[in-house]
């Protein structure tokens, strides 16, 4: 459903029907396909389940954590040297593209991941990569180390402890734009960065969501034990899980404002009553919007289908018929 024309609704039944106010943290694809309320750490196979168990990391984790090391990102040219720990706001349902962007996800095998809640995260200090432009990243890296060579930035003091303060704070998450290589650099990623050296332990039960294979579940069940049964896992990522899982989310909220006991002599019990169904009222109708327009989004794809299936038989017949003609070629090449 779209939205009215702006002289059809005044700003208050915007505000109340259509508006979405969920927290930027949270938005999934039910609100903005391209947003994820997760981050991702992407990894093969060993490692997942090198990582659950809380293997290489400087001192023994408790039982119930995992740990990720903490690497130099792969992209360097000497001069960056800060480890940190890499995740993706990538929506779920777009996190195969890794693999078909990059050779080496496809050679680790890089179908596994382990999400997060990106609020949790960003408590910790997670935090999204500063895509620098070249000149401007050489600068800053060079003004961090001869800050860290014990250089004077400023006479001023305070100057110079703030702009030590800035460089050190903002120098783990630089990286190159790119903006003059041919692959136009790392962007897709969407790449947020753990700034700390010594890596990231995390309890298991902080894991929101484990992308694997079908056959690979088990094992890793096994090592997550009891927490397991409150992560997703995902194996076709589409957006119909965001769907669900928004929905699931919600219920605790919608189950709590439906109880509403009112006695009618007593009138400030029911003004409250009143403002907790207004609330309920319009979580509704903005979930209803959301979802009605979901349901047109899938109604085009089954309408697509059936174009899809005669382009996928008409691209079958062209390869097929061009390998015949490219043997044909190499025949008449070897006599």
Sequence with gaps: ??????????????????????????????????????????????AILSILRGDNAPSQVPTGYGYLKANIPQYDDGTFNAPV????????????????RSFRRWKEDQRYGIGFDKGEL???????????????RKNLIYLYHQLKKGDVLSSDQVVNRRLVDLLNSIYPFL?????????????????????????FTFAHTGIKVICCPDKEESAIKQILGLAAKDIDFIRIWREYDDITHYLRRQQ???????????KPQQSYQVDEAIKQLSSLIQQYKIT????????????????????????????????????????????????
């Excluded at 609704?9 to 391209?34: A, G, H, V």
């Design 122 to 136: 960003v408590k910790q200090g997670v935090r999204p990569v500063l895509y620098v432009d070249s000149d401007s």
């Design 175 to 199: 990286f190159p734009l790119l903006e003059d290589n041919d692959s136009q650099g790392f962007m897709w990623e969407r790449e947020w960065r753990y700034p700390d050296s010594t890596g």
């Design 85 to 100: 720990v890499c995740f993706s706001e990538t929506p779920t349902f777009a996190l195969d593209f890794f693999r078909y």
């Design 1 to 46: 459903m779209s939205l009215p024309t702006p002289n059809q609704i005044t700003w208050t039944e915007w505000s109340q029907s259509y508006k979405i106010s969920t927290p930027t943290f949270q938005l999934t694809p039910i609100e903005k396909p391209d947003m994820s309320s997760l981050l991702v750490h992407m990894t093969g196979r060993n």
């Design 288 to 335: 209803l919007h959301s979802l009605e327009s979901y349901e047109d989004f899938i109604s085009y794809l089954q309408e697509e289908l059936q174009k899809i299936s005669h382009e996928k038989s008409r691209l079958s017949e062209q390869i097929e018929k061009f390998q015949k003609e490219v043997d044909s070629l190499n025949e008449k090449k070897t006599k």
């Design 252 to 262: 605790p909220l919608w189950k709590n404002n439906v109880s509403v006991s009112v």
